[in-house]
Nanobody, 118 residues
Framework: QVQLVETGGGLVQPGGSLRLSCAASGRIFSPNIMGWYRQAPGKQRELVATITSGGSTNYADSVKGRFTISRDTAKNTVDLQMNMLKPEDTAVYYC????????????WGQGTQVTVSS
């Protein structure tokens, strides 16, 4: 069983930066994809960024050029560096891990609040 714990959320002014971290306990087999999703009040959960076990990354158009996802496979961690934050980035951010190929195991963290406001 994989458990995910996110840290690093908080309140930041527009234009500021935050770094989210997610630590996974348990064995994570390859292939896998680690990522971040977010859900704003009244909206559906949406993809923010993902990174595969091979290092390929994917970003939502709304965060390209501002957010950077990275992972440490040896430590089973995935980070999200968020720069030039906007009020519309306000949401609960969830860490996600998808393991497998023909059969998938999907794991979610409990979420961490990010609020961008002056």
């Amino acid at each position: 069983q994989v458990q995910l714990v996110e840290t690093g959320g908080g309140l930041v002014q527009p234009g500021g930066s935050l770094r989210l971290s997610c630590a996974a306990s348990g064995r994570i087999f390859s292939p896998n994809i680690m990522g971040w999703y977010r859900q704003a009040p009244g909206k559906q959960r949406e993809l923010v960024a993902t990174i595969t076990s091979g290092g390929s990354t994917n970003y939502a158009d709304s965060v390209k050029g501002r957010f950077t996802i990275s992972r440490d496979t040896a430590k089973n961690t995935v980070d999200l560096q968020m720069n030039m934050l906007k009020p519309e980035d306000t949401a609960v951010y969830y860490c996600n891990v998808v393991v497998g190929s023909s059969r998938l195991w999907i794991y979610w963290g409990q979420g961490t609040q990010v609020t961008v406001s002056s």
